[in-house]
């Protein structure tokens, strides 16, 4: 029986200054960029509140939750990536939202595609990654989801 690699279909999503690399089944829709309803008092990394499905949503900016600057998604390109949790607070919080800097691409990858390489890395990230010449970043989910569960809170 031949070797079947198994390829497993992903999102690169463009933030800042890095592309975020996600499996497919953790990305429950990407939607058209709109201002959050604004929380009074919000730490830098809540942009917002947002009304998805008939819940209200957190809206992280992922660059502000590593240190960096919130900045809103410019022009037509923006969207909101609500990501589906994965934690103990699922019941709670089935999902969460991140704000990107452009439309998300299609990846279908082998585990020989994806390399871990030594890169700096935020409390948002858990590790750097070279894709077929592109570094990526893949998002700690779990962290961004503790943020998520102090914005409802």
């Given at each position: 029986m031949a070797d079947n690699p198994q390829i497993l279909?992903?999102?690169m999503?463009?933030?800042?200054?890095?592309?975020?690399?996600?499996?497919?089944?953790?990305?429950?829709?990407i939607v058209d960029y709109a201002s959050p309803e604004q929380?009074?008092?919000a730490p830098d990394w809540l942009m917002g509140m947002l009304e998805w499905r008939g819940l209200r949503l957190p809206v992280i900016s992922y660059d502000a939750a590593n240190g960096g600057d919130a900045?809103?998604?410019?022009g037509q390109r923006g969207r909101i990536a609500v990501l589906n949790t994965i934690g103990e607070h699922h019941g709670k919080l089935p999902f969460l939202a991140?704000?990107?800097q452009g439309i998300p691409s299609q990846a279908r990858l082998e585990e020989s595609q994806v390399r871990e390489t030594d890169g700096e890395v935020g409390p948002a990230d858990?590790?750097?990654?070279?894709?077929?010449?592109?570094?990526?970043?893949i998002p700690n989910l779990e962290y961004l989801?503790?943020?998520?569960?102090?914005a409802l809170a």
């Open positions: 279909p992903c999102l999503i463009p933030m800042q200054d890095r592309q975020l690399l996600l499996p497919n089944v953790s990305v429950a829709e929380a009074p008092g900045i809103s998604p410019s991140l704000a990107t858990l590790m750097t990654v070279e894709v077929e010449g592109n570094q990526a970043v989801e503790s943020l998520a569960l102090q």
